[in-house]
């Protein structure tokens, strides 16, 4: 038995709604930028949401050989592009590694959509002899970002895919952290990346009513919190995060960014689609999470919160978090970035998680925008604040909840 290793960040990688990189995206969140804008990708005149938070001034061949592009989804363009900065960020082009102890566990919750829909679309339009791309199979497959990035670097230990809704990339992050803890590997590249703004994924949110139609004013139109929020912005991009154990770190000269401390999973057991009403999963994944990393609740200095801007699922969450964290949330600061982020689905937990990261790294804390009538209904006080604030962050948590009652939380800490 290997006695457990400490689990440590070497390397960010990220392309958002709000840029295409780490920095970029993190100096557009503190400036309180939204991501948000008209759809761009297909005319969307029809629909009842016609805006989305996609990429911005991005084409995959300025990263990526025409092959690869050519024979990958857009989710797995988004993991090789965020996974390459990450891997270079952790210093590791010209590393000596055992690639049998480092491997990929990678996030999706919905896969190469966008690929599905062109190739049944495209079958149905043929009045010939059927004709699919030879890549459609493999273009579509949840896991083909960990085949891919392993591919990429060679990498030969543990290789999967994490699928747990809009929860994903959380749950890879727990996934990675146990492996190393556990002695399994020495490195892991772990987050999570979403290619969902498509025509039919656009229109099945819509019908599910889960959909801001904020169509006149798609910059405010993601208001966590606020008592006139009407559903999420459909976003889109990835997060990539290197951990590895601390022995391994140090034994190569890597900076460190941060550690992974404790992680919670839960099933809310209650409905397909919508959160229990008194957040009794979340709270409890919550309170797992603290215990693992061995901290009570008032040692938090900032919670990242899941937050999508749904009615039910803000105030189930903010139930969750009076009921975990009670008369120490006058000293902890709440932030819900995707009000400028719009939600990730799968990928959302890997980009909150380097958003923690990053709080705790420069003891910055974004913003939360269009916050400008807090709902009386929540049973805590949602005063976020409006501009970046300095504050020193020694534990950040970070959330995430999906369809199925899935839940994940994320402990990070300083080094």
């Known amino acids: 038995m290997h006695s457990p290793q400490r689990v440590v960040i070497t390397g960010l990688g990220a392309l958002s709604p709000l840029g295409n990189s780490v920095e970029e995206s ?3 969140l503190l400036a309180g930028k939204s991501g948000a804008a008209p759809l761009t990708r297909f005319n969307a005149d029809k629909f009842k949401t016609r805006f989305a938070c996609e990429l911005k001034s991005f084409s995959a061949e300025d990263y990526l050989d025409r092959k690869t592009v050519r024979t990958n989804d857009r989710f797995t363009q988004y993991a090789l592009i965020a996974g ?3 891997w270079q960020h952790a210093g590791l082009e010209n590393a000596a590694l055992n690639r049998r102890r480092c491997g990929v566990i990678w996030a999706s919750g919905n896969g190469g959509v966008g690929t599905f829909e062109e190739e049944v679309r495209d079958y149905y339009l043929q009045d010939q002899q059927p004709r699919f791309n030879p890549y459609f199979i493999p273009k579509t497959l949840l896991d083909s970002p960990s085949g891919a990035l392993a591919l990429t670097f060679g990498l030969q230990g543990v290789n999967f895919g994490a699928v747990a809704a809009c929860a994903a990339a959380n749950t890879a992050i727990i996934q990675a952290m146990n492996y190393i803890s556990q002695g399994k590997a ?3 590249i772990c987050g999570g990346s979403e290619a969902p703004i498509t025509p039919a994924w656009l229109g099945g949110f819509s019908s599910l009513k889960a959909l801001s139609t904020r169509n006149d004013s798609p910059l405010t139109a993601s208001r966590p919190l606020d008592a006139g929020r009407d559903g999420f912005v459909l976003g889109e991009g990835a997060g990539a995060l290197i951990l590895e154990s601390y022995p391994h770190a140090v034994s190569r000269g890597a900076c460190i960014y941060g550690e992974v401390l404790g992680g919670g999973i839960s099933a809310d057991a209650y409905h397909a689609t919508a959160t229990h009403p008194e957040g009794e999963g979340a709270a409890f994944c919550m309170q797992s999470a603290l215990e693992e990393a061995n901290l ?4 938090i200095g900032y919670i990242n919160l899941h937050a999508t801007s749904t009615p039910l699922g803000d105030l189930s969450e903010m139930k969750a978090v009076n009921n975990v964290f009670g008369d120490h949330l006058a000293d902890i600061t709440l932030g819900a970035t995707k ?5 990730l689905l799968g990928a959302a937990g890997a980009l909150e998680a380097i958003i923690c990261v990053k709080a705790i790294q420069t ?5 939360t925008i269009n916050l400008e009538n807090p709902d009386n209904a929540l049973p805590v006080s949602c005063q976020l604040p409006a501009k970046a604030i300095r504050k020193e962050v020694k534990y950040a948590l970070s959330n995430n909840f999906g369809f199925g009652g899935h839940n994940a939380a994320v ?3 300083a080094v």
């Open 186 to 188: 020495d490195l892991i």
């Open 363 to 367: 003891g910055w804390i974004p913003p």
């Open 411 to 413: 402990v990070f800490g």
């Open 296 to 299: 009570d609740p008032g040692a």
């Open 26 to 28: 993190w100096k557009n």
């Open 339 to 343: 009000s400028m982020t719009g939600h």
């Open 84 to 86: 390459r900065e990450a």
